[in-house]
């Protein structure tokens, strides 16, 4: 059995399926007992492709951590990711009919309701509903508009909107595994709770997930989340270059970029030579690390330069005041940052590790496990808030950084209705 107070991320990835079992400490901070991180199978651009390969990783990637912790991981809040994740920005308007026309969280409610009721093709369902700013009246760029009074109350929302059968086929490969789903968070509002500071979000800030298969971006302004869209190139892509580049099998290819990969050749010295090995019998070649790097780089313009067609679309470079945080597995990659400002322009660029827990402190240099350490810190912002469904609505819609946490029960009969 887990331990109460036990809280388990999974971010089944397309590089890597990783795990974070963490419990809820008296001062109710989260303390890391043990991770797991295996390599993915049956994932495709971050989607369960292949039931049966997903759940072998799944459940090895949840045992190795199970067995770091001592302790059982009990039910999982797992992340969904994959190009098919879509942002939405939604309005929503109501009448105020309360006594004296107060506004209470009942209105807050129906407001978010109302901007929730948008038209999605059938195969599409809303994963979060997150509110971005409220007006009341005329009165506009309200945060909180509970206890003011007005006729009439609007409220600018984003849905986070996903595949069913994406939700569908990570709950098959995770049952399939032996473990059972709590909550259902997208990738990257996971991932901003662990490496964006509060006064960034406010300030504006892009979250930058590069992965294996995908790069994800969600741009946060005056705190709220504006803009979420996946791109379908990642860390993996990067790889396959340097294979073909450099006649290196695959896993080659993986030693040699994660071990003497640059982002930019203007980084690497000429005279910094590596070796690296050959096909066949052949023996080991030397290469100079610029030349790597030089076949590195024009992936990663690629990306930031799709990235930048994300700002540019939601027309919010100009908020974006502190700048862009890149995390994700290829954020480790030796001068990521330089790259990306140099790609991005007048932008400040930092590599984001996760953080706002302790023990397993290694995990805070593995910008790869945002994800994972994201989901238990999205559990406990959900924690101290009250637990019966309709409170937990109430609350998450009122905050203006939370999402839908739900258990089972509403998650099924939200996502396979
Ligand atoms: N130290 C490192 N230096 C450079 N690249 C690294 C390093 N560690 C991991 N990577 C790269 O990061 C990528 C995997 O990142 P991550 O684990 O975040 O992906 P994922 O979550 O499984 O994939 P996705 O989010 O696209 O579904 C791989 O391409 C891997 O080579
Ligand atoms: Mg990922």
């Given at each position: 059995?887990?331990?109460?107070?036990?809280?388990?991320?999974?971010?089944?990835?397309?590089?890597?399926?990783?795990?974070?079992?963490?419990?809820?400490?008296?001062?109710?901070?989260?303390?890391?007992?043990?991770?797991?991180?295996?390599?993915?199978?049956?994932?495709?651009?971050?989607?369960?492709?292949?039931?049966?390969?997903?759940?072998?990783?799944?459940?090895?990637?949840?045992?190795?951590?199970?067995?770091?912790?001592?302790?059982?991981?009990?039910?999982?809040?797992?992340?969904?990711?994959?190009?098919?994740?879509?942002?939405?920005?939604?309005?929503?308007?109501?009448?105020?009919?309360?006594?004296?026309?107060?506004?209470?969280?009942?209105?807050?409610?129906?407001?978010?309701?109302?901007?929730?009721?948008?038209?999605?093709?059938?195969?599409?369902?809303?994963?979060?509903?997150?509110?971005?700013?409220?007006?009341?009246?005329?009165?506009?760029?309200?945060?909180?508009?509970?206890?003011?009074?007005?006729?009439?109350?609007?409220?600018?929302?984003?849905?986070?909107?996903?595949?069913?059968?994406?939700?569908?086929?990570?709950?098959?490969?995770?049952?399939?595994?032996?473990?059972?789903?709590?909550?259902?968070?997208?990738?990257?509002?996971?991932?901003?709770?662990?490496?964006?500071?509060?006064?960034?979000?406010?300030?504006?800030?892009?979250?930058?997930?590069?992965?294996?298969?995908?790069?994800?971006?969600?741009?946060?302004?005056?705190?709220?989340?504006?803009?979420?869209?996946?791109?379908?190139?990642?860390?993996?892509?990067v790889t396959?270059d340097i294979a073909m580049g450099l006649r290196l099998?695959?896993?080659a290819a993986?030693d040699v970029k994660v071990r003497y990969g640059t982002a930019m050749p203007e980084l690497a010295a000429d005279t910094d030579i590596i070796e690296i090995p050959?096909?066949?019998?052949?023996?080991p070649r030397t290469v100079p690390k610029r030349a790597l790097a030089e076949i590195i780089a024009p992936r990663l313009e690629e990306?930031?330069?799709?990235?930048?067609?994300?700002?540019?679309?939601?027309?919010?470079?100009?908020?974006?005041?502190?700048?862009?945080?890149?995390?994700?597995?290829l954020?480790?990659l030796n001068g990521i940052s330089d790259m990306?400002e140099a790609v991005?322009?007048?932008?400040?660029?930092?590599?984001?590790?996760?953080?706002?827990?302790?023990?397993?402190?290694?995990?805070?240099?593995?910008?790869?496990?945002?994800?994972?350490?994201?989901?238990?810190?999205?559990?406990?912002?959900?924690?101290?808030?009250?637990?019966?469904?309709?409170?937990?609505?109430?609350?998450?819609?009122?905050?203006?950084?939370?999402?839908?946490?739900?258990?089972?029960?509403?998650?099924?009969?939200?996502?396979?209705?």
């Open positions: 059995m887990a331990k109460s107070g036990i809280i388990t991320g999974l971010d089944v990835g397309s590089f890597s399926v990783k795990t974070i079992i963490a419990e809820l400490t008296a001062e109710g901070e989260v303390n890391v007992l043990g991770t797991g991180c295996v390599e993915s199978k049956g994932v495709r651009k971050g989607v369960v492709v292949n039931i049966d390969a997903a759940s072998q990783a799944i459940a090895a990637s949840i045992e190795k951590a199970e067995i770091m912790a001592g302790t059982e991981a009990g039910g999982v809040i797992a992340s969904i990711g994959g190009d098919h994740l879509l942002g939405i920005n939604s309005k929503g308007v109501i009448g105020v009919t309360s006594r004296n026309r107060e506004i209470t969280e009942t209105e807050v409610e129906r407001v978010m309701e109302s901007a929730r009721s948008v038209r999605l093709p059938a195969e599409r369902e809303i994963i979060h509903l997150v509110p971005q700013e409220y007006s009341v009246d005329d009165q506009d760029e309200v945060k909180n508009p509970v206890g003011m009074t007005g006729t009439r109350l609007e409220a600018e929302a984003h849905l986070i909107t996903g595949l069913k059968t994406a939700g569908d086929n990570l709950m098959k490969a995770v049952e399939k595994a032996g473990f059972f789903i709590e909550d259902i968070i997208a990738a990257p509002y996971a991932a901003a709770a662990a490496v964006l500071a509060g006064d960034e979000k406010e300030l504006g800030a892009a979250l930058i997930d590069i992965g294996g298969s995908t790069t994800t971006v969600m741009l946060f302004v005056e705190g709220a989340v504006w803009h979420t869209a996946v791109i379908p190139v990642g860390g993996m892509h396959n099998p695959h896993i993986e050959s096909l066949g019998d052949r023996p990306i930031f330069r799709l990235v930048q067609k994300e700002i540019d679309k939601a027309e919010c470079r100009e908020l974006l005041g502190a700048g862009a945080v890149v995390t994700g597995g954020a480790q990306a991005l322009g007048t932008m400040p660029v930092r590599v984001g590790h996760p953080k706002g827990f302790t023990g397993m402190l290694d995990v805070t240099q593995n910008a790869g496990f945002a994800v994972a350490v994201g989901l238990v810190i999205k559990r406990l912002e959900e924690e101290v808030v009250p637990k019966a469904p309709s409170q937990r609505r109430e609350r998450a819609s009122a905050k203006s950084d939370s999402g839908f946490g739900r258990k089972i029960g509403d998650w099924f009969k939200e996502f396979f209705s």
